[in-house]
């Protein structure tokens, strides 16, 4: 939230003049790595003699040799190192100038995380799985019925056959049986 407590202190705001001279702004950068586009954006500025905007030049000086014009450019720097940007804003009233350091890196800036994933992103081979390939021909499952024993050796298979057939046969002794006796009347 915005007060008119932090309006007051400049060291937080800072401090803009009061000579009418454009008012200077550079947005963020990002990640600054060598070989990486950058994008320079100075959209923010603004000239206090100029309410309605359009009037403003921007210079941009790079630091490694480097320059450009306009309110948003891009820029790569091939080798890491320590640059300093230089912006100028020109308006119609004089002209503001923004030194920025810059520290170029070759390697990320950021720390990779403490799990073991590979910088291309796949996760590291796991020994306990195997998991199918499309060339892979899927095992074919043998039946249980030509297995034939399970393996203690014991005929499960037949045994439980002729279970199923006794207690198949037996099933339809007693319904024919209460069948006959509700047609007979008999016990």
Known sequence: MLTTWLLSQPDVLGMAPGDGA??????????????KVLTFDASASYDPADPAGGGLTNAWDFGDGATASGISVT???DQPGTYTVRLTVSG????RHL?????????????????PYRPNGAPP???????????????????LAV????SSGFP??????ALLIVVAALLVFVV?????RSAGGST
Do not use: C, K
């Open 22 to 35: 454009p008012l200077v702004a550079l947005g963020d950068l990002g990640q600054t790595l060598a070989g």
């Open 75 to 77: 820029h790569m720097y």
């Open 92 to 95: 119609r009233t004089g002209a």
């Open 99 to 115: 030194s920025q350091t810059l520290t170029v890196t070759r390697a990320p800036a950021f720390q990779m995380p403490p799990f």
């Open 125 to 143: 081979a796991n020994p306990r799985v195997t998991l199918p390939r499309p060339d892979d021909a899927a095992p074919v499952p043998t039946p």
């Open 147 to 150: 297995q034939g024993t399970i």
């Open 156 to 161: 499960w298979l037949p045994v439980g056959l």
């Open 176 to 180: 024919r049986r209460r069948a006959a």
